[in-house]
Nanobody
């Protein structure tokens, strides 16, 4: 049974940092592409980062490039997102995602709030 559980969200001030984690179970994260998305109320869910092949391939949305870093800890079956220099516009619910057998799997999300 595939499960994704995010953690690490919270409230920070402008310029602060947070590290999000996504605990994966029921599959091997070293085999499947893993992604982070975020969503603001009233807006579509936005893809922000992806990782594949035990970290050998990463990709970022322009909005977070150079600011966020995606990584995996395959021993712990965990996907991470290091977020630095946070801005109020980074405030959102953050979700991890994977696609297995054409089915989308999502975690429950973790709230990140950045105050100015």
């Amino acid at each position: 049974q595939v499960q994704l559980v995010e953690s690490g969200g919270g409230s920070v001030q402008f310029g602060g940092s947070l590290r999000l984690s996504c605990a994966a179970s029921g599959f091997s994260i070293s085999i499947y592409a893993m992604r982070w998305y975020r969503q603001v109320p009233g807006k579509e869910r936005e893809w922000i980062a992806a990782i594949l092949g035990e970290g050998s391939i990463t990709n970022y949305a322009d909005s977070v490039k150079g600011q966020f870093t995606i990584s995996t800890d395959n021993n712990k079956s965990t996907l991470n997102l290091q977020m630095n220099s946070l801005k109020p516009e980074d405030t959102a619910v953050y979700y991890c995602n994977t696609i297995i057998g054409r089915k989308d799997y999502w975690g429950q999300g973790t709230q990140v709030t950045v105050s100015s």
